[in-house]
C-alpha cells in the first residue's frame, strides 16, 4: 500500500505540483516566495528546465502524485554551469515516508547522468522547521558549507538560509568534459 515509483516529471502533472507548492509556499519555510505562482508560471519553469537538460522528477502513487524533486542551475553565470542547486516538495500526507529520500536519490543520479559535478542545497530556515531537510541531506552525504543568518523574512520572523553540499560524480577530481 506505501509503495511508490518515481518517474521524470510531465506537463500534465503541473496542477498537482503547483498544489504541493502552493502548500510550502503558504505554510512552509523551504521556499521563500510569498506567493504560490500560478499553473502557468510553474508550466513555464518545468518548460525552462527541462528544456535546459535538468531532470524533474516525480513520485507517485497509482495516478497520486506525492511529491516532486528538480535541479535547476546554482546561479546564472557560466562558470556555474557544472553545478547545480537541488529543490525537493512533497504533499503533507507524504511526509515522513521515505519518499524526500527516495527523490533526492534518483535526482543525484540523474545529475551525475547529465555529467553535473555538484550540488548545492539551500535550505530555507536550516535551524528552524527544516531540520527534516537538513537531516537527508546529510544521509545523502551532503556536507554544510555555511548557514547565512536572518537573510530572509516571512510568517513574521527572520530565517536563517542553510548551505549543504556533495560532489557529483567525479566532483572536482577531473575537469569538467
Known amino acids: 500500500m506505501n509503495a511508490f515509483a518515481i518517474r521524470d516529471g510531465r506537463p500534465d502533472d503541473i496542477p498537482v505540483i503547483t498544489t504541493i507548492y502552493a502548500d510550502a509556499v503558504r505554510h512552509g519555510t523551504a521556499s521563500w516566495e510569498l506567493e504560490p505562482p500560478s499553473p502557468g508560471e510553474m508550466q513555464r519553469r518545468f518548460e525552462a528546465l527541462v528544456a535546459d537538460g535538468y531532470p524533474y522528477l516525480v513520485a507517485h502513487r497509482s495516478q497520486d502524485i506525492l511529491g516532486y524533486a ?27 515516508m521515505g519518499i524526500g529520500r527516495a527523490l533526492l536519490t534518483a535526482l543525484i543520479a540523474a545529475c551525475e547522468a547529465r555529467g553535473f559535478r555538484q550540488m548545492v542545497a539551500v535550505i530555507g530556515d536550516g535551524n528552524g522547521a527544516s531540520q527534516a531537510s537538513r537531516r537527508l541531506h546529510e544521509q545523502a552525504g551532503f556536507e554544510l558549507i555555511g548557514i547565512a543568518k536572518s537573510v530572509g523574512y516571512k510568517h513574521g520572523r527572520w530565517l536563517d538560509q542553510m548551505l549543504m553540499q556533495r560532489a557529483l560524480g567525479e566532483g572536482n577530481d577531473t575537469p569538467p568534459g
Do not use: K
Open 70 to 96: 528538480y535541479a535547476g542551475p546554482y546561479r546564472p553565470r557560466p562558470a556555474y554551469r557544472h553545478t547545480v542547486e537541488d529543490s525537493i516538495y512533497l504533499a503533507r500526507q507524504a511526509q515522513g
